[in-house]
């Protein structure tokens, strides 16, 4: 392949995971919201945040009120604006599409007719519906579907395309992806429902989390065999058969890297992500403890992108020289 598709078929992976994943950080909230008090109040800025943003300069460009309150409707309001339907936001869903659609483009020799037909029928949906943030109940059920057609172009991909270099590259762009998005969406719930202590963490269940990550079902069958009780967090870090979990990525990642030519590299870095997993029980962490190891795994992400993309950066540097 020439080095711009290798750059290209791995963030279409990144970016078509990261629509379907930002749909998911949406609906987590909605989730939450169920699951909390009534007179529970949400920090609408926190999504920001955790998506790599300083929310207060995403929100500026807003015209909010000069009091206006994390918790208030119109922070909601232009926060969702700000994940779904500014196209002008690099974190946005309108934005991701147009991405995945330049990639996807660019390497349209590559990828099968019928997942390009798939993603065509995506970007018209999102931009026929994603124009306005609207209501929770409206929003709601427009994330669903966004995933829902998200998952339609992965089943595609997966069931017609020929498994070579550009399916192991595509694979571990999504699935580098959808750890990062993963531990993002679990920030969300570390900073909106627990105070960073150094106290020992209880054990919880976030039905709002699995929810949103679709492992409500398999984390109940996960918990009738075993023995204790297992927390959703450990869950999600750690059991390498739930297809959302960080182990679980891990593992694609470096079974999809094994075939291309700087492998060493890449494994290297993912068994030093996933040694962070083993440093200590995970249910001894306060909720302080855990808020740093989360960080600590998405600093860990970031090496291993460049890990990924420096060797394809420095061929094209001594080919132009040469």
Same mark, same amino acid.
């Given at each position: 392949?020439?080095?711009?598709?290798?750059?290209?078929?791995?963030?279409?992976?990144?970016?078509?995971?990261?629509?379907?994943?930002? #749909?998911?950080?949406?609906?987590?909230?909605? /989730?939450?919201?169920?699951?909390?008090?009534?007179?529970?109040?949400?920090?609408?800025?926190?999504?920001?945040?955790?998506?790599?943003?300083?929310?207060?300069?995403?929100?500026?460009?807003?015209?909010?009120?000069?009091?206006?309150?994390?918790?208030?409707?119109?922070?909601?309001?232009?926060?969702?604006?700000?994940?779904?339907?500014?196209?002008?936001?690099?974190?946005?869903?309108?934005?991701?599409?147009?991405?995945?659609?330049?990639?996807?483009?660019?390497?349209?020799?590559?990828?099968?007719?019928?997942?390009?037909?798939?993603?065509?029928?995506?970007?018209?949906?999102?931009?026929? /519906?994603?124009?306005?943030?609207?209501?929770?109940?409206?929003?709601?059920?427009?994330?669903?579907?966004?995933?829902?057609?998200?998952?339609?172009?992965?089943?595609?991909?997966?069931?017609?395309?020929?498994?070579?270099?550009?399916?192991?590259?595509?694979?571990?762009?999504?699935?580098?992806?959808?750890?990062?998005?993963?531990?993002?969406?679990?920030?969300?719930?570390?900073?909106?429902?627990?105070?960073?202590?150094?106290?020992?963490?209880?054990?919880?269940?976030?039905?709002?989390?699995?929810? #949103?990550?679709?492992?409500?079902?398999?984390?109940?069958?996960?918990?009738?065999?075993?023995?204790?009780?297992?927390? #959703?967090?450990?869950?999600?870090?750690?059991? #390498?058969?739930?297809?959302?979990?960080?182990?679980?990525?891990?593992?694609?990642?470096?079974?999809?890297?094994?075939?291309?030519?700087?492998?060493?590299?890449?494994?290297?870095?993912?068994?030093?992500?996933?040694?962070?997993?083993?440093?200590?029980?995970?249910?001894?962490?306060?909720?302080?403890?855990?808020?740093?190891?989360?960080? /600590?795994?998405?600093?860990?992400?970031?090496?291993? /992108?460049?890990?990924?993309?420096?060797?394809?950066?420095?061929?094209?540097?001594?080919?132009?020289?040469?």
């Amino acid at each position: 392949m020439l080095l711009k598709s290798v750059d290209n078929i791995f963030w279409l992976g990144r970016y078509l995971e990261r629509l379907d994943d930002t #749909a998911r950080l949406v609906n987590a909230t909605s /989730h939450l919201l169920i699951d909390s008090h009534k007179d529970t109040q949400f920090s609408w800025p926190v999504l920001l945040d955790v998506m790599g943003l300083d929310s207060k300069t995403a929100l500026a460009n807003y015209q909010l009120p000069p009091d206006a309150t994390p918790e208030q409707a119109s922070i909601e309001y232009a926060v969702m604006a700000h994940l779904i339907s500014n196209s002008a936001s690099t974190v946005s869903i309108r934005h991701t599409c147009s991405q995945l659609k330049y990639n996807a483009r660019s390497i349209r020799q590559l990828i099968p007719r019928d997942m390009w037909e798939e993603l065509n029928k995506l970007d018209i949906f999102l931009q026929q /519906h994603c124009q306005q943030p609207g209501g929770r109940q409206q929003r709601y059920n427009l994330m669903t579907e966004v995933s829902r057609r998200c998952q339609m172009v992965v089943g595609v991909l997966d069931g017609v395309m020929l498994r070579s270099d550009a399916f192991d590259l595509f694979n571990i762009g999504r699935h580098l992806e959808r750890a990062d998005m993963t531990t993002r969406i679990m920030d969300v719930m570390v900073l909106q429902q627990l105070q960073p202590t150094q106290i020992k963490r209880p054990k919880f269940r976030w039905t709002s989390i699995l929810n #949103a990550l679709g492992g409500i079902e398999s984390y109940h069958y996960y918990l009738a065999h075993q023995s204790g009780d297992v927390d #959703a967090i450990d869950y999600l870090l750690t059991y #390498a058969d739930f297809p959302r979990s960080i182990a679980y990525c891990l593992n694609r990642v470096a079974a999809s890297a094994k075939g291309l030519p700087h492998s060493i590299s890449i494994l290297q870095q993912v068994h030093q992500l996933q040694a962070l997993l083993k440093t200590e029980p995970l249910t001894e962490l306060s909720t302080e403890q855990l808020h740093q190891l989360i960080d /600590h795994i998405q600093a860990g992400i970031i090496n291993l /992108h460049k890990v990924i993309a420096t060797p394809a950066e420095n061929l094209s540097r001594a080919q132009l020289s040469a």
